[in-house]
């Protein structure tokens, strides 16, 4: 089929795409949180995905599915007839390695229920979902919906797959991420009890094994984190220094 869209067309709808893409990466640069992250997906997905007007991320916490992040309430709502019905483009994504799509859900009988619910109870007409994974691990589904059947087409899959690609790098770097900070934040803490122990040995004239018992002992004492005594006593000691 020939491509009859405009130039002027055409060079907005990616001058659209690069900038919201620009948007995703300056999140995933910037070290944002999950929930940060998630949000941006599912709002950037109704820009770069051909059909798309709602879309909703879900992710699987043991056997149960969770809804971390919607466009809408259209798409959470969608997303909670999923978890009811247990059957959709989500619920199937997550465990299955190709993207589930339908076009029109009212004449589609992959997902009877779900369909039944969706038709009675929200504008959607036509679904799709891209699992993700992180870490080598299956953990959730990109969930895409249309309210015009037959809008979500093979261009909307490929555009999905694209999304759904990148919201598992921006996730998986998150997660490096907060390991990162979990680890510099055990190191310092560390450093603290090491100066602490170090302070109480020197003060008391005791060896290293007695003066660790000190500070395991005030911290059960006091109901405070090991590294929390430590801090104060560290603390205490440059107050009197200076």
Same mark, same amino acid.
């Given at each position: ?150 809008? =979500?087409? &093979? @261009? /909307?899959? +490929?555009?999905?797959?694209? *999304? #759904?690609?990148? %919201?598992?790098?921006?996730? !998986?770097?998150? $997660? ?38 000190? =500070?395991? &002992? @005030? /911290?059960? +004492?006091?109901?405070?984190? *090991? #590294?929390?005594? %430590?801090?104060?006593?560290? !603390?205490?000691? $440059?107050?009197?220094?200076?």
């Amino acid at each position: 089929m020939r491509d009859t869209m405009p130039d002027t067309t055409r060079s907005q709808a990616v001058g659209r795409s690069a900038a919201t893409f620009a948007t995703l990466a300056d999140l995933l640069y910037a070290g944002q949180d999950y929930g940060h992250v998630h949000q941006a997906i599912c709002d950037a997905a109704p820009l770069l995905v051909e059909g798309c007007d709602h879309a909703s991320l879900m992710l699987r916490e043991g056997s149960r599915y969770v809804t971390v992040a919607a466009s809408d309430d259209v798409a959470a709502r969608v997303d909670e007839f999923e978890r009811v019905e247990n059957e959709g483009p989500c619920v199937d994504a997550i465990v299955s390695d190709t993207p589930q799509f339908e076009t029109d859900l009212a004449t589609s009988s992959q997902w009877p229920r779900l369909s039944a619910r969706v038709l009675a109870h929200t504008p959607v007409r036509g679904a799709a979902g891209f699992r993700l994974v992180i870490l080598g691990r299956k953990v959730g589904a990109l969930n895409l919906f249309s309210d015009t059947a037959g809008a =979500l087409n &093979t @261009t /909307s899959v +490929d555009q999905g797959i694209m *999304l #759904a690609s990148f %919201a598992a790098v921006a996730l !998986a770097a998150v $997660h490096e991420h907060a390991e990162a900070e979990t680890l510099r934040a055990g190191l310092a803490s560390n450093r603290e009890i090491g100066k602490a122990v170090g302070l109480l040995m020197a003060f008391h004239n005791i060896p290293e094994t007695q003066a660790m018992e000190i =500070l395991r &002992t @005030t /911290s059960q +004492d006091m109901n405070l984190k *090991l #590294a929390t005594v %430590a801090q104060e006593i560290v !603390a205490h000691h $440059h107050r009197k220094v200076t």
